[in-house]
Nanobody, 121 residues
Framework: QVQVVESGGGLVQPGGSLRLSCAVS????????MAWYRQAPGKERELVAT???????NYKDSVKGRFTISRDNAKNTVYLQMNSLKPEDTAVYYC???????????????WGQGTQVTVSS
């Protein structure tokens, strides 16, 4: 059984920072592309960032230069460092395992429970 657990969310002021963690168990972590999604109230879930097994990264345009995705294969963990946070970053953030093909990310059914990020003054 694959388990995906996110942590690190919370309330932060605009311009502040948070570091999200996603710990994976029950799978061969190294072979997957890992992704962070987010879902704001009343909005569809959107892809925020991906990191491949070879450590190639990709980001949604609105977070480029502010967010950094990374992975620690020894710990089966992926991180999302979020700096210069804006109110529009407020959402539930989800971790997913998948694969990258022809420049596109394809998610699997393996999702975490989500962690709430609220950016407000």
């Amino acid at each position: 059984q694959v388990q995906v657990v996110e942590s690190g969310g919370g309330l932060v002021q605009p311009g502040g920072s948070l570091r999200l963690s996603c710990a994976v168990s029950g799978s061969i972590f190294n072979i997957y592309t890992m992704a962070w999604y987010r879902q704001a109230p009343g909005k569809e879930r959107e892809l925020v960032a991906t990191v491949t097994s070879g450590n190639s990264t990709n980001y949604k345009d609105s977070v480029k230069g502010r967010f950094t995705i990374s992975r620690d294969n020894a710990k089966n963990t992926v991180y999302l460092q979020m700096n210069s946070l804006k109110p529009e970053d407020t959402a539930v953030y989800y971790c997913n395992m998948g694969q990258t093909s022809s420049g596109n990310y394809y998610p699997t059914v393996y999702w975490g429970q989500g962690t709430q990020v609220t950016v407000s003054s």
